[in-house]
Each structure stands twice: as C-alpha cells, then as structure tokens.
C-alpha cells in the first residue's frame, strides 16, 4: 500500500492510501485540475494522430499534423510517448518512459506539501521517527492523520 499526507499550508493534514500505482493515479486524477492525459499518458504519435482524425499514410498529414509528423520522424509512428504535465513542458511528449508514480508524485506536489509512503513499513517508520522534521511545530497533525490512516487499515495497533 501507499500512503500520501497532504499537509496544505490553509487546511488540516489528511492522509489516505492507494493500494497501488494504478490506483494512486487514478486518485490523483480524481482530485487534480488536469485532464487525466495531462497527469499521465502514454500514446504513440499514430494513436495521437488518429484522435484527430488523421491517418500516417495521407498525404497532407505532414502539413495538417506538423508537430505529430516530427514525432513520428524522431521516434516512429508506433513508439510509446509519454506525457506528465506536472513533470513536463505542459502538452510535452517524450519517449524516455515516465511512470505512473512519479506522475503521481508529480502532481501531488504541484498541490503542495506531502509526503509518499511508497509502502507500509515506509509509513511506520516514519510514523514512529519523532524527530522527522516533517512532523515539527504544526506537523504534528500531519503525523496524527498518518497514524490515524495506519490504524484504520490494522497496520498498526490503536492501543493508546
């Protein structure tokens, strides 16, 4: 499981988990002001073309589709393109790939300060770290919705 605390400068921390990277984008996607193609994406420059109508063997496709066809030159028409706005020039494609997750982390921290527990015993630990300075002055709170979230999923024990 993952485990993200959201400690916005105007509200109070919460805290809430993913199972996995596929649901931690698709609940990063819930809640961010992009399109989900804007957080993540992963399409081929004949895939983008033929969203627009267009197909690689036309004639014209150099002319009507520039940006697509000079794509397509440097990487193929069938090359997996990945796009994270948060991470990228917005509307940028590129061939290295970008992951889910680090989309995810991407888009987490254009929204402000967090922390991403990549899995339970990561969470725990930085639950049982008192010093961390992420929990300092204010973070308290933050520490408390993430002990919180780790005893409603049984991760820890609520003996208090």
């Known amino acids: 499981m993952i485990f993200v605390v959201e400690m916005p ?3 109070a921390p919460r805290c809430w988990f993913a199972y996995d990277d596929a649901d931690l984008l698709a ?3 819930a809640t961010d002001p992009l399109p989900a193609w804007g957080v993540h994406d992963c399409a081929s ?3 983008l073309l033929e969203l627009l109508g267009g197909e690689p063997r036309a004639t014209d496709v150099a002319v009507r589709f520039p940006g697509l066809s000079a794509m ?3 990487h193929g028409w069938d090359t997996p393109l990945y796009r994270a706005d948060h991470l990228l020039e917005p509307g940028c494609y590129r061939a290295e790939v970008i992951s889910a997750a680090d989309a995810s982390a991407a888009a987490l921290r254009a929204r402000g300060d967090c922390r991403i527990y990549w899995t339970e015993a990561e969470a725990t630990a930085a639950f049982e770290r008192a010093d961390d300075p992420a929990w300092q002055q204010g973070g308290w ?3 408390w919705a993430l ?3 780790l005893i409603a999923l049984e991760v820890l024990a609520d003996d208090l």
């Open 9 to 11: 400068v105007l509200a």
């Open 147 to 149: 002990r919180e979230q």
């Open 45 to 47: 420059a004949r895939e």
């Open 72 to 74: 397509a030159a440097a």
């Open 141 to 143: 709170r933050a520490r």
């Open 27 to 29: 609940k990063v996607v």
